[in-house]
T-cell receptor, first 112, second 112 residues
Framework: NAGVTQTPKFRVLKTGQSMTLLCAQD?????MYWYRQDPGMGLRLIHY???????AKGEVPDGYNVSRLKKQNFLLGLESAAPSQTSVYFC???????????FGQGTRLTVV | SQQGEEDPQALSIQEGENATMNCSYK?????LQWYRQNSGRGLVHLIL?????REKHSGRLRVTLDTSKKSSSLLITASRAADTASYFC????????????FGSGTQLTVLP
């Protein structure tokens, strides 16, 4: 039982490049979330999903897209990376909306 | 926008002392959660307190919630060097996914 696994752990992108961050959970959780963490700002919600095939926007969705084709995976895409997207990205999951979140270890993304 | 705001932003204490962190929020909540983050790692859930609860204990942790003042406190008793981490409060939203909104955190340093 690995919990929540994020791939990759580190990445450097050039402005305008695209990439996909993968989040996988093996706990059969319905809810999955993508957050970004910037210095001094805590975590901000990008997108979330309440079940397979569903996605919804969070607080800071612009510049990102997500997909939840399989229950265990939640993908975060950057179509055209910008320096403002330099951040640490965390994926989280929970069995229900009012339960504690289990977090992945994070992906540190730098856009130059 | 961030719902929860922690105070102080940074706290440095000696091993064996108690550490108290406070969290204030703006709107009505269903529950409030505290998370811990070690440097370079993902967040780990510590404790959840529901809006109809006033106090909750877990090991050396004690959490209080005052809904009339829209505030919560986290007390760590008999602190250890291993408690050095950032601590975040998170409040749930009113949406169906009950997505959490995180504060900017308190950086706790416990000196040996």
């Amino acid at each position: 039982n690995a919990g929540v696994t994020q791939t990759p752990k580190f990445r450097v992108l050039k402005t305008g490049q695209s990439m996909t961050l993968l989040c996988a959970q093996d706990m059969n959780h319905e809810y999955m979330y993508w957050y970004r963490q910037d210095p001094g700002m805590g975590l901000r919600l990008i997108h979330y999903s309440v079940g397979e095939g569903t996605t919804a926007k969070g607080e800071v969705p612009d510049g990102y897209n997500v997909s939840r084709l399989k229950k265990q995976n939640f993908l975060l895409g950057l179509e055209s990376a910008a320096p403002s997207q330099t951040s640490v990205y965390f994926c989280a999951s929970s069995p229900k909306g009012d339960r504690p979140l289990g977090f992945g270890q994070g992906t540190r993304l730098t856009v130059v | 926008s961030q719902q929860g705001e922690e105070d102080p932003q940074a706290l440095s204490i000696q091993e064996g002392e108690n550490a108290t962190m406070n969290c204030s929020y703006k709107t009505s909540i269903n529950n409030l959660q505290w998370y811990r983050q070690n440097s370079g790692r993902g967040l780990v859930h510590l404790i959840l307190i529901r809006s109809n609860e006033r106090e909750k204990h877990s090991g050396r942790l004690r959490v209080t919630l005052d809904t009339s003042k829209k505030s919560s406190s986290l007390l760590i008793t008999a602190s250890r060097a291993a408690d050095t981490a950032s601590y975040f409060c998170a409040t749930d939203g009113s949406g169906s996914a009950r997505q959490l909104t995180f504060g900017s955190g308190t950086q706790l340093t416990v000196l040996p």
